[in-house]
């Protein structure tokens, strides 16, 4: 360092901090421009607090990790909430300690308790010998419960236990297990609801509830988009071995005029179809508003700005006279080139991707009289 080290790094690390050391020693765009908005946790994870919003979660992360006790993280899907629970618990004394997710929704109710609390050996038919459960495993560490509201309720019974006396016995044992482990948990139902239906226990909520963080949806955080979008791209060319695209000034404004219902999950699939097709004219329609409501902007958005009746009025005109010329113009350029589907879309100054894409999406058949025209070519 004496002699002139600009930073180093302490072995085992992940590639995310590497990455993050080189950007900054060479200076690249990306080093420049929001690294300092983006905080990698581990590969392909990081946690991105640009908006008013995320940086007062951010801040809220850093004292509620010091404190050892449980947290209901809310919010959409894909929202960010693993993320979120990744960024406490990286924040935490226990960072160096286990972080297990746990997805209640994933696994059958009657197979649910045998993974987190584990069994003895005869427990049930199979169990031929004894199995710790994810409680164990992550003992001294953090353990999330996503989707918390789909346990069952006699299992909320037992994990209030747990939150109580840290301690549970395995299936087909009475011997106590005991364990320190801290229990963060992620849910998007409706909490006043699944409180009146007893689809949640109310002490476990309210167990849980010694901290709350909402996290926004992405449409509420739109200062974030540019930021995702450049690093979902730098990340995703880097995977698939493809040259990173650019991301067009129209391209982004299409991209902050939609909603995000998926929020970070939708925009990081969009990146990946925008990297496979490698057409940014699709990818750019891919945001528009439908006739249906679905798509585009925000659907209260829509309604205003379209002021018309539950039709769609003229955006929903243009948009199906823009779908017929599209479709008549590659059955027309097809039919010129007898279905050569390369040749058309040369001739259609589009990749031959986007045509696949687009012949799938517009119902576009071959006639009987084209195929034995190809046949005998």
Known sequence: ?????????????QKAELDAVIGQCVGTAKGESYAGEIEELCDDVFFVAASPAMKKIRSQAALVANVDIPVLLL??????KEVLARLIHKLSPRAHRTFLKVNCAAVPADLLESELFGYEAGAFTGATHPKPGKFELCNKGTILLDEIGEMPPLLQAKLLHVLQDQQFSRLGSRTLVKVDVRILAATNINIPEALANKRLRED???????????LPPLRDRKEEIPILLKHFMSRMSESYARPPLPLSAPLMEACLRHSWPGNL?????????????????LAASELQPRPDGGGGMHTDAVDRSAGADSGGGLKSLSRNAKDEAEAEAISRALEETNWNRKQAAALLQISY?????????????????????????
Do not use: C, H, W
């Open 1 to 13: 360092m004496r002699l002139g080290a600009i930073d180093y790094l302490t072995k085992p690390f």
């Open 265 to 281: 999950r939708e925009l990081s699939n969009f990146i990946k179809r925008y990297l496979v097709l490698g057409d940014e004219t």
């Open 204 to 214: 476990l909520y309210y167990r849980l509830n010694a901290f709350t963080m909402s």
């Open 75 to 80: 919010g959409e899907s894909g929202t960010g």
């Open 353 to 377: 991707k986007a045509l696949l894409y687009k012949i799938r999406q517009y119902g576009i058949a071959q006639s009987r009289s084209t195929r034995r025209l190809s046949a005998g070519a």
